[in-house]
């Protein structure tokens, strides 16, 4: 069976980071293998050697660093106000002088009655305007009405709820030759 | 009287107290530039970066929830930064190979060759300069050398470089652990 080495446990548990259960397992392994022994070693001198190294970085002049730092800093809200000023310039610029937001409400609702007039006059003027079989209609009608016409002084005397035989034939009244019989029915 | 806490400086700062600020730099800067510094190898970089990282505290202090330490978030950020500027100059340094903040002038190393420790591996880590040194640690991923810096530099425990490197705390011990083995082998090999 393969031996599992906790290699990455091994610096955990020299910083003692590991909790109780952890810990005696590394270290009943570690009692047992000298190869994770010499790595843990190994390990902690690297660290150990690093952490020398790196507290010996050069530091800069601090009074340099801040000074730069603050410029930078200040440069920043200067940007930031900038870009924030730009767009309350624009706003300010969409803002009505006098009358502002409210009066363009009232400009949007005038213009939408405004629209809603012109559609529906468009509307009347679609229904005044006849088609092809309306014309044709109104044509037949005119002359119905001209033939009515021809023979209005018999028209004018007629009791119409009275005398509906004369009416389903008041086309035969505008024959020619026919006007004097029909002139006296009285 | 009791100094405030990092997080009631923090506090301070979103509501943007100038002294909090300072205050927060005087404890913060040597070692957010040292950490800057070994991470990213290179002064001007580290200077740069880690004001840029206080810059962003300052800016989001409020932002700060307290429900991990100050300095775990803080670190965060400047980790972050440093990785993604690494990440942005990745092309740059494969032209211009990692040189030390002196140069190759040796009177002008940052680093103390490490001092004398016992074992034999050890002995030999002690004959290291850290000419040998900071190009191997260059050499690890930025996760890797991040965890190992954390470590060794402000020694967070496992679990605060998961939360700064935003993963589990096993793979935050194997970043420490690949990383020092990484280390290792380059040494030996030199």
Request: a neutral charge; glycine letters at 6%.
């Amino acid at each position: 069976m393969a031996v599992i080495h906790p290699e990455p446990e091994l610096i955990p548990y020299l910083r003692g980071e590991l909790n109780a259960d952890e810990r005696a397992q590394v270290r009943a392994h570690l009692e047992g293998c000298a190869q994770c022994r010499e790595l843990a070693e190994a390990s902690s001198a690297i660290l150990s050697n690093l952490a020398r190294a790196v507290d010996q970085v050069r530091e800069p002049d601090w009074v340099e660093y801040r000074g730069e730092l603050m410029r930078k800093l200040r440069a920043g809200q200067a940007r930031n106000a900038s870009i924030r000023g730009r767009w309350r310039w624009r706003r300010a610029d969409v803002r009505l002088p006098v009358f502002g937001w409210p009066s363009m409400a009232v400009g949007a609702a005038a213009i939408a009655v405004l629209a809603i007039a012109l559609v529906m006059h468009r509307g009347a003027e679609g229904l005044r305007t006849p088609g092809v079989d309306q014309l044709e209609l109104q044509q037949e009608l005119s002359s119905a009405d001209v033939g009515l016409l021809a023979n209005y002084r018999v028209v004018e005397h007629l009791d119409l709820l009275e005398n509906y035989d004369v009416i389903e034939r008041l086309d035969e009244l505008g024959r020619p030759g026919d006007r004097q019989n029909h002139e006296t029915p009285s | 009287m009791v100094e405030p806490s990092d997080e009631e400086l923090c506090r301070r700062i979103a509501a943007r107290d100038a002294d909090a600020f300072e205050v927060m730099l005087d404890r913060h800067q040597a070692r957010a530039y040292r950490l800057a510094s070994s991470i990213l190898g290179n002064e001007a970089d580290a200077r740069d970066v880690s004001q840029d990282a206080f810059i962003r505290l300052y800016e989001s202090a409020g932002r700060f929830d307290g429900r991990s330490r100050f300095s775990t978030w803080f670190y965060r950020i400047l980790v972050n930064l440093c990785i993604d500027h690494q990440r942005r100059n990745r092309w740059w340094r494969r032209l211009a190979p990692l040189a030390g903040p002196g140069g190759d002038n040796p009177d002008e190393r940052a680093f103390d060759p490490p001092s004398s420790e016992t074992g034999p591996e050890s002995k030999a880590m002690l004959t290291q300069s850290i000419s040998r040194l900071r190009p191997a640690l260059a050499k690890l991923s930025p996760q890797q050398r991040a965890a190992v810096l954390l470590q060794t530099q402000e020694g967070f425990t496992s679990r605060e470089i998961s939360e700064v490197l935003k993963c589990s705390e096993n793979t935050a011990r194997v970043h420490v652990h690949r990383g020092i083995a990484q280390l290792r082998k380059l040494l030996k090999n030199e």
